[in-house]
């Protein structure tokens, strides 16, 4: 930490979450394209219906691996108490930049706690459901007919979850993104959205 930069993320942190970003576009998209005819033009950017239905368990193995390494990194810090439970239910000042009567976040604040833990969630009905998919002959038709149900409800809010995650990143709160980008935040910008982390860090 600096009289200006305050460090928020460090590479190994920026490098698996990049990953696991990149590998999230690619099995959505292509996710999408075999399960959509009407999105199915989707597939050409992927090298076509064949190639694309063929890499798309892979990348959700990269997803699920990366995944796996953030949430060993992160689970413990990620906990919900009871000042994040006050601060979901206020959770609509933050978007507008009003902090009055919010409990004072962490590292993460408690929306980024629940983003986690649905992704978490998520990404664990998608393994499975998606090992069945990939793997049918090898799978009960009752296994086959829940998996073909799951995987897509598991999938939309999925990128439910991380739309939303994108918009408060960028749009929401300027600035969010360098910390992912380039590691750093400025003081000011720490103090003001994470003040409880902000001063652990200055002791």
Do not use: C
């Amino acid at each position: 930490m600096s009289s200006d930069r305050v460090t928020r993320f460090n590479a190994a942190e920026r490098i698996v979450h990049w990953v696991v970003a990149l590998a999230f576009v690619y099995v959505a998209l292509t996710g999408l394209a075999i399960w959509s005819p009407r999105l199915f033009w989707l597939a050409a950017v992927f090298g076509g219906g064949t190639t694309a239905r063929a890499w798309h368990p892979w990348g959700g193995v990269v997803f699920t691996v990366f995944l796996g390494a953030m949430f060993l990194k992160w689970m413990r810090p990620m906990r919900l108490d009871a000042d994040d439970r006050t601060w979901l239910a206020r959770a609509h000042r933050y978007a507008v930049h009003d902090h009055a009567g919010l409990p004072e976040a962490g590292r993460f604040n408690a929306g980024q706690k629940a983003l986690f833990w649905l992704q978490s969630a998520a990404a664990v009905l998608l393994l499975a459901s998606g090992v069945v998919l990939w793997l049918p002959e090898a799978a009960s038709r009752p296994l086959r007919e829940a998996a073909i149900l799951i995987h897509p409800l598991a999938a939309v809010a999925s990128i439910g979850g991380i739309i939303l995650h994108v918009y408060m990143g960028t749009a929401a709160v300027p600035k969010a993104l360098r910390g992912m980008i380039q590691g750093w935040v400025t003081p000011r910008w720490a103090a003001l959205h994470h003040p409880k982390w902000y001063r652990e860090i200055r002791k």
